[in-house]
């Protein structure tokens, strides 16, 4: 686990010693900012299973990667948006297996929630394996 910072560095006031602008914990998926225009930081902490996989991978296969988004500012929105794109991606999965599987419609049909609720899971599970090969672990 490591800590990428960004080249750029500004003078903490209260400190009265550098600091980088942009900074990854790949421990705590926590992105800090120092922002040169209020002198404060703010952090971002992802808490989604499949952002810290993703970091993890990158961080062993291509470390290059995460300096470089670190470095230019842009690792908030590069996450954010693999976020929302994993996110999506196992949604509409899952959307798809409830509309073609006939158990999980049977289930619907009767208003067994246990059932539905089991297999929504799985689908969700299943979902996992093929969006993480094709989105996370690149």
């Not at 971002?44 to 499949?50: N, Q, R, S, V």
């Not at 991978?57 to 291509?62: F, G, I, L, R, V």
Request: aromatic residues 10%; hydrophobic residues 30%.
């Amino acid at each position: 686990m490591s800590i990428y910072k960004s080249n750029q560095t500004i003078i903490n006031p209260k400190t009265n010693k550098p600091v980088p602008i942009w900074k990854l914990d790949t421990n705590t998926m926590t992105v800090t900012h120092f922002s040169p225009d209020t002198l404060t930081a703010e952090h971002k902490t992802y808490c989604t299973d499949f952002i810290r996989y993703h970091v993890h991978y990158s961080e062993s296969h291509c470390p290059d990667r995460l300096r470089k988004l670190v470095n230019d500012g842009s690792i908030i929105s590069y996450l954010d948006d693999l976020e929302a794109r994993v996110t999506d991606a196992l949604n509409r999965q899952v959307q798809l297996w409830k509309e073609s599987d006939r158990e999980y419609q049977t289930a619907v049909a009767i208003g067994d929630t246990n059932k539905q609720n089991g297999l929504e899971n799985c689908f969700y599970y299943m979902a996992r394996e093929s969006v993480f090969e094709c989105m996370v672990y690149i």
